[in-house]
Each structure stands twice: as C-alpha cells, then as structure tokens.
C-alpha cells in the first residue's frame, strides 16, 4: 500500500511540475528529419500488408491494416537517397530497395542490409538498373551492361549474364520467367535460355525469342496467363502481374484476365499514370505522378494517399517567419532564361502541415523566388510577373507596370517581364524589392501604397541582381549576380527625395569593399550588425559596415584559420552559397560542394560539419539555409530536397518569459542532451538538486541551454527534482523551473 501511494504522489508531482510537457511533444536537439515531396508516385510494390511507393525520389508505405503512411528515408534507416525502384521477395520474406545510383538496399526482419557492390564497380559506358524481378531466393537485376543476379539470403552478388554478340552487349531492360525458361527484354529485341544452364555468362547461351523484332527497344517483360507481354515506349507504359495482369497508359489502366478479356478502368484523378498492381482480388493500386497512389476496390476509385510534403523537392530559396516556412519553387537558367515553373510555394506551418499556391493562386505568377511577410499579408516575387500579393491564402492584388506607375518596370527587351529577385521589409513595414535588367532596379512600396524606384548608376538594363538585406541601419546591402560584385544604398530616410541618397558598387578593390572574388552569391547581418559575403573563394566580413558611406576604412576582411605553422583563410576553397544566423550569433555555411558548416560567432571555430557521407544530409550542395528562432530546427535545403537538424541555439529576450524544458521528465531510457529554451539571451544557467547543491552550469546559445544530465562527476543524476536557475549577465531577470529524473 506503501509503494502505491508513493507512485500515486510521483504521479501527482509529475502533473503538478510538468503539465506543458506531458501534453506537448518536440524532437530531441541533434535529431533530422525529411520534408520531402511525395506527389509524383512512380513505382509501386505489395510486400506482406504494406504497399509500398516510389515518389518523386522518396519511399513510403501504407499500413493496409489501418491505411496509416510510413515514410522511409535515410533519416531512418535508408542507406542512400533517389529511391527508383521497390520489389518483395515473397519467398525469402524481402523488400528490396534500389537507387537511381544502383546501390541496393535488402530490408530483412526490420534491418537493412546494404549492396553497394554495383555502385561502387566502375563500368565503362552508361550504369543503369531498368527494373527488377524475383525468382525464389533470386533477385534478378536487368541493367544496362547486362543482367545482375543477387542471392537474397546471402546478401551478395551471385552471378552476371551478358547478353547480346561478339561485337555488342545490349541493354536489358526486364525480365521474366516461363517455366523453365527465363527470358529477357532488352534494346534488341527479346531473348531467351535455360535457368538451370550453368553457361549464362555466355551470350552465346541465349537464344532469340521467336515473334519480336530485334529493331524494337523494350522496356519490360511480364509473363502471365502463360502468355508474354511487354510494354514499350509507344504506347503501353508499364506491366505488373500479381494474380491479375495490369496494362498501364497514361491515362488509364486495362486489367487483363485469364481468357484475355481486358477491363478498362479511368478516373478524373489519373493525370500521369505510371505504374499499377492488384493485390488481392479486388484491391488495385495506381501511381500517378501528380496525385500520388489512388486506391480502387472492385474497380471504383475509394482513395488517395499522399504524404504531407512540398509539392516538390527543387527548392530556389527558404523563409522562415510567424511561424511559417515558405519554400520557393522557382528559377531561372543563372539569372537568365525562366525556367517556367509553375509550382510556386510550398508552406509548413508549426504542425508540418502543408499547403500549396501554385502559379494560377498567385495571379499566373511563374518562378516564385523569394516571400517576403508583414502582418497578415504576404508578397511573392516572381522572375517573370513582377509581386503577387496575398492575404489569407487569397490573391489581393499582382504588382507589375501598370499598377505601379512603372516604377515595377519591365526588362528593356521585353514589355511583359517583370525580373524580381528578392523582396523584403524594412523596421517601418516598407516593402522593398529588387528587379534585373532594368535601369531602377530597387524599388520601394510604402504601407501607404506608394512606389518608388532607386538608381545606382546610368547602365544597368545589362546587370542581375540576386539577394537583398537591409541592416539595422537601413542600408540597403544587395548581391549583383554573374560576378557583379555587391553594392549598398542609402535612402537617407527620404524615400520621396533621391537627391540626398548614396550608393556604393563593392568591389575587389582595396578601400572599395576588398573581396576576395567579384563572384558573391550570399549575404547575411549577425547580430552584431557585421555583414558576412559569400563568394567562390570563401568568407568575408565587413566589420564595420556603417562606415561604409565615410572616409574610413570599412573594407571587407577574410578570417585567417591558423593550423600548426600554416593558415588559410576561411572556406578559401569553398563556393559559399547561403549564411545564416542562429540565436548565438553563431555562422550556418552552406556550400555548393561540401556541405554545412556550423561555425562559432567569430567563425574561428568549426563547431559541426555535415557531409552526406557523415550525416543523413542529402546532398553536399546546399541552396539555402534558414532556423525557426524559436526551437532552433535549421531548414537546409539541398539540390535533392529539404531537411532540417535541431540545433542547440534559439534566439533569446531581453525579458526573461515562460521557459521549456524537453524532455521532461527525464525517464530512464534517455541519454540525450535536455534542452532549456525561452531564456533571456546568453542566460547564465545553474541547476541543483532540492538540497541547492550546484550538479551543472552553463551559459546559454542564444536563448536555449543544454545539459546531459550527469553532474560536475560526470555522472547521471539520480532520481529525484531539480531546479534550474537563470539570470541574464548582470544577474537580472531571474528564473527558476523544475526538472524531473526517473531512473
């Protein structure tokens, strides 16, 4: 009775400390996640209950006991990314994972089990795997320098066939099995051999299959109802069997019985069809490259499925703000030719749910680059449709020419192309914009409505522009793309009058901005008002940037790294495509080629490095970077898809408010680092026991303490309450809050 009236006020304590945190849930500090697009299905396999799919790159699948969605990535478990194809061994109880690259992944009793051998064999000529077919214990491979056979039960490759003559190997491009046969789609025509032949290596073992030209490229072969089909290029696009054989076009889907007879089946929702299975009697799934997968019983459309993600994995930039991040979809061929994209913006609110404005929300607007928010209004810049502007998802009005006085002025070669690269807001609420190819490229919209356009020199219909910061001193700091160098502008606080206005063209020159490179390609303020440049050679600082308009030196510098007897300057090597701030003032780089690194407020120290070979990141090109100050999740979009990694720092106050800590309690099984956040900035952060002895101490990253649990000993506390206490660096703004430990 004893013992349960202690775990009943155990239970009362938790309640009465800890209510937020029962109730919420976060993710630990050090953990990734995926924001991948799952639009685009392509491929689909039936393996035990679940259906799994490949979309636009990713796998998921769906539990067909409940009908829940799983995703699968390298965040949780994957060894690679650029999913192509899913297949079940039902023999050997197998799911099989391959990559666009050829690496094979082998899911076995919940473990992965990775093949890398054909990734990592250097073959002369085009690698490609165009499809996969099982056999028992036998995973056959039809590549594009053969036929690979892998054992599934001793994860390794087993044997390769090559087919074709003396002079030629030909492409295979499927296979199936008849009888005691095996035949084999390739780029010339369809042939067959023996399975049990101990020659297959030998092309000379294969024979041509008789009734199929061999001037005929196809793409796969299915053997069903005892007949051979195949599927080409001109019309029929994809063939399953699995109890029922499926024909796929682009349009609709015919299933075939066993006299031959063929169902027709449409539906409005079939915009792309790609691939489609039975798995039961009556059960069909369809991929569709714009609706995900549709599920049909009896031949009647019941559902879609479609995990919440972009609308696609391109990204061109990130914005983070009121809690929302919006990922541009646009582009252009290097601040050229449009791409025409139509996708526009994808955005996450704080319960990773997704919405989507595509070119007809936002008023026909392609190439969206950039967002930029003030209250409850949103504008959007396009590389073509000048600014849309919305409120509560709906279209107020599309900024262009006409609507502006033509201070938003077309390109000179065109009286429709309205070039907006970068968008954003000053302290007053002002909107300020920057336009390519015209002779006022920074223009200004006031909260009052009106429109002005801004001059930095007498050519410049020639020049493009890409970012735009404005500083704490309402210096306008803006990157001139195709090797441009920067330039900074100075309103002086009369938007009206231009007389008094200055500007100034950065170059590589000594007193006249001393970058290393003319090539910039980012931009960004720290929270010391030092303005940090990307360029191809590396990083550069401007000090002391609001000297820039004086006669003092306000040139950029480089850092210098010291190692032993030799120094550098900073990522010199590296082709720095975004910086970013966090909470602690420290540096976010992303690269073009090596990844992200998280430098230390004076970028002297490297304090984290991500590589896709040392992190779930997705590829070492990174587009941009941006962090939700409040929990400090860092969104990294890369060349293949959007991520993100919970930092340790958030941005602080100035006033210390309502404080969070997680996990909390602290249960026996957690070994992760605690997160402290909702503190004043650089907080000074102590935590004791119910007895005031100091265990640990800290200062805080920005706004956010961490702290692992174990005492000055190194040693896990015991269980029991602990109290944290803060001030900020005069010993002010104090906070006390509780933790609870259960070992």
């Known amino acids: ?80 990314l650029e999913v192509k194809y899913v297949a ?104 067959y051999a023996d399975i049990n032949s101990m020659s297959l290596s030998d092309f000379n073992s294969w024979n041509v299959f008789p009734g199929f030209s061999n001037s005929v490229n196809y793409d796969n072969i299915i053997c069903a109802n005892e007949n051979i089909y195949v599927d080409t290029t001109v019309d029929i696009k994809s063939i399953s069997y699995n109890n029922k054989l ?75 703000t009121g809690g929302k991040l919006y990922q541009c979809h646009g582009g252009h061929a290097n601040f050229g030719a449009n791409a025409l994209i139509d996708d526009g913006v994808s955005i996450k609110d704080n319960y990773d749910s997704w919405i989507n404005y595509d070119r007809y929300k936002l008023g026909n607007a392609r190439d969206i680059l950039e967002v930029g928010v003030w209250g409850e209004t949103e504008y959007y810049a396009s590389w073509y449709h000048g600014i849309s502007e919305m409120k509560n998802g709906e279209l107020v009005v599309k900024h262009g020419y006409a609507n502006t006085n033509g201070v938003l002025d077309t390109t000179y070669y065109s009286n429709n192309r309205i070039r907006i690269s970068d968008i954003k807001f000053d302290k007053n609420g002002n909107l300020w914009a920057i336009s390519s190819e015209v002779n006022h490229p920074l223009v200004v919209k006031t909260l009052d409505n009106q429109w002005y356009s801004y001059s930095m020199n007498q050519n410049q219909v020639d020049l493009f522009f890409d970012d735009l910061l404005i500083d704490q001193s309402g210096n306008k700091w803006g990157v001139i793309a195709r090797g441009g160098g920067l330039f900074v502008y100075n309103d002086n606080n009369t938007l009206a009058n231009n007389e008094d206005d200055q500007y100034k063209i950065l170059n590589t020159n000594i007193g006249s901005g001393n970058l290393p490179s003319m090539q910039t390609y980012s931009i960004a303020e720290d929270l010391e008002g030092a303005i940090w440049v990307g360029t191809d050679k590396g990083v550069t600082v401007f000090y002391s940037p609001g000297l820039v308009f004086s006669d003092f030196n306000y040139d950029a510098q480089q850092i210098l790294i010291t190692e ?11 082709r720095v495509k975004c910086i970013t701030v966090d909470g602690a003032n420290r540096k976010w780089i992303g690269t073009e080629k090596s990844g992200v690194f998280l430098l230390s407020k004076d970028g002297q120290e490297e304090i984290l490095h991500f590589t896709k070979n040392n992190s779930p990141l997705f590829s070492n090109n990174i587009v941009d970077i941006v962090i939700n100050p409040n929990n400090g999740e860092v969104f990294i979009a890369t060349e293949k898809g959007l991520m993100s990694y919970r930092s340790d720092a958030t941005e602080g106050s100035s006033k210390q408010g309502s404080t969070k800590v997680f996990p909390n309690p602290v249960r026996e099984n957690y070994s992760g680092p605690i997160a402290i956040s909702g503190l004043v900035t650089d907080a000074r952060v102590k935590i004791t026991d119910v007895s005031g002895e100091i265990v640990f101490e800290t200062i805080a990253n920005g706004g956010q303490a961490i702290w692992s649990g174990k005492n000055k000993f190194n040693e896990r506390v015991a269980t029991g309450i602990y109290l944290v206490l803060s001030t900020n660096m005069f010993g002010e703004e104090k906070m006390v809050s509780k933790i609870l430990f259960i070992n």
């Open 1 to 80: 009775m004893n013992m349960l009236l202690l775990l009943y006020d155990m239970k009362k304590l938790i309640l009465l400390f800890f209510p937020l945190y029962m109730a919420s849930q976060d993710v630990s500090i050090g953990s990734w996640k995926n924001y991948l697009s799952y639009n685009s299905a392509a491929h689909i396999a039936e393996a035990n209950n679940k259906i799994y799919c490949v979309a636009s790159g990713g796998l998921f699948y769906i539990n067909k006991d409940d009908f829940t969605i799983n995703r699968m990535s390298k965040i949780n478990g994957l060894s690679d």
């Open 88 to 191: 079940f061994a039902k023999d050997v109880n197998v799911t099989i994972v391959v990559y666009e690259n050829c690496n094979i992944d082998l899911i076995k009793n919940e473990q992965v089990i990775n093949v890398s051998d054909i990734k990592r064999k250097e073959i002369a000529g085009l690698k490609e795997i165009y499809n996969v077919a099982v056999k028992e214990n036998i995973l056959y491979l039809s590549c594009s320098f053969g036929m690979v056979l892998v054992d599934l039960d001793r994860e390794e490759i087993k044997d390769t066939y090559n087919i074709g003559n003396n002079s030629e190997m030909f492409e295979v491009r499927g296979c199936a099995f008849l009888g005691d046969s095996i035949i084999a789609a390739t780029s010339n025509g369809v042939f």
């Open 246 to 320: 499926i024909k796929t076009f682009v349009d609709k889907i015919e299933v075939v019985s066993e006299n031959n007879l063929a169902a027709e089946i449409t539906s409005p929702l079939f915009s792309n069809v790609m691939f489609a299975i039975n798995d039961n009697e009556n059960t069909i799934w369809v991929a569709d490259s714009i609706n995900g997968i549709l599920r049909f019983e009896n031949n009647i459309y019941v559902e879609n499925f479609v995990p919440e993600g972009p609308k696609r994995n391109e990204v061109y930039s990130l914005v983070f």
């Open 564 to 574: 032993g007897n030799y120094g550098q300057y900073l990522l010199s090597e590296e």
